[in-house]
């Protein structure tokens, strides 16, 4: 079984045609993409699918987009522990791959083959090179169009905080990994660029006398282990890391987010800002912010997770009632183990 330690620290579609992973090779399929402006019933709308599309589009045409991929290289760096499982995983499956920024830190005498799923073409396209056979997809993570049972092993890296339905798109996972097959997963928390959106608070309050949400919402960590019981995963592990960047200022950063693909797009977003807010804001961040060589930081909070599909192989807590030493007697252990493991 994979260790938390040397790690990172998606029900069926009815219209959707299903890909099969028996045939090798480098290829695109375009049958997974959500129609525009479709989520599931039971979803709240929250995020604007197809502008997140637009948006990673732009940043994988970008003349040096390689300049902009430091956090996704940082995290998918940490996620590529997977190597260090002593299982192998003939079939692995990327989700919200972006460039490719898991695959170059995977080797082949761990992964057999893995397809690459990715909502951006302009991504898939310009994915980075790696040692293992690759199939790219074009395909939303709201919708995955895989069978049941397929891989058995699932990656995503600073994906999932775009889904408009989480439980549901844990759930697709579940459905897709074979018995005892695993998920690991990072994604965007809670407190991730806390200092920004209280800039920009403050200064549209003072500035206009109200202000609209300009980073999007995120999920709770106490919410992710309830999600992935939920979806069916068990030996759960979830953990929080925070990794700091600094920025000459406000500015840059906006401009970094851009280039990364990670610009709000959620529905209720305000499309434009006065420029008088924008600059009481970078002052409002440099002035509660700031560090000592004048540089402001940002703080990007990972929540990395790991779930397991039930396989009757796996280890399962004793029934209940099973146990033959109560708590009341744990003070006299030693008089009820057999002599010869204390002495040990």
Wanted: with cysteine; net charge negative; hydrophobic share 35%.
């Amino acid at each position: 079984m994979l260790r938390p330690a040397g790690l990172w620290r998606l029900c069926r579609r009815p219209w959707a045609a299903r890909v099969s992973a028996e045939n090798p090779g480098r290829r695109e399929i375009t049958s997974g993409v959500s129609p525009r402006g479709s989520t599931s019933l039971r979803a709240l709308n929250i995020f604007d699918r197809d502008l997140k599309r637009k948006q990673k589009n732009w940043a994988a045409r970008q003349p040096e987009p390689t300049k902009f991929d430091y956090l996704k290289e940082e995290v998918s760096r940490l996620g590529g522990g997977a190597d260090d499982a002593e299982a192998s995983f003939p079939l692995a499956l990327d989700l919200g791959c972006g460039r490719g920024y898991i695959a170059q830190y995977l080797n082949k005498e761990t992964i057999g083959k893995l397809f690459q799923v990715d909502i951006a073409e302009n991504a898939l396209k310009n994915s980075l090179e790696t040692e293992i056979p690759t199939v790219s997809v074009l395909a939303d993570e709201e919708f995955l169009p895989f069978r049941e049972n397929t891989f058995d092993l699932v990656v995503s890296s600073l994906s999932l905080h775009w889904v408009n339905d989480l439980p549901r798109a844990l759930e697709q996972i579940h459905y897709i990994l074979k018995p005892d097959g695993v998920f690991i997963g990072a994604m965007f928390g809670g407190d991730t660029l806390y200092e920004l959106r209280c800039s920009l608070q403050l200064a549209e309050t003072e500035r206009e006398g109200g202000f609209s949400p300009h980073i999007s919402p995120f999920t709770a960590v106490n919410d992710l282990g309830h999600l992935l019981g939920r979806a069916g995963f068990n030996t759960l592990t979830v953990d929080t890391d925070e990794i700091q960047v600094n920025y000459p200022g406000m500015f840059e950063l906006m401009e970094d987010l851009q280039g990364m693909g990670e610009s709000n797009c959620s529905w209720n977003r305000k499309a434009l800002l006065h420029r008088d807010t924008m600059l009481a804001a970078a002052a409002v961040y440099r002035e509660m912010y700031r560090n000592e060589d004048g540089s402001v930081p940002a703080t990007y909070q990972i929540y990395y997770m790991i779930g397991w599909k039930y396989h009757e192989s796996q280890a399962r807590p004793a029934e209940r009632g099973s146990a033959t030493v109560s708590f009341g007697e744990l003070g006299k252990i030693n008089n009820l183990m057999p002599q010869g493991k204390k002495s040990q």
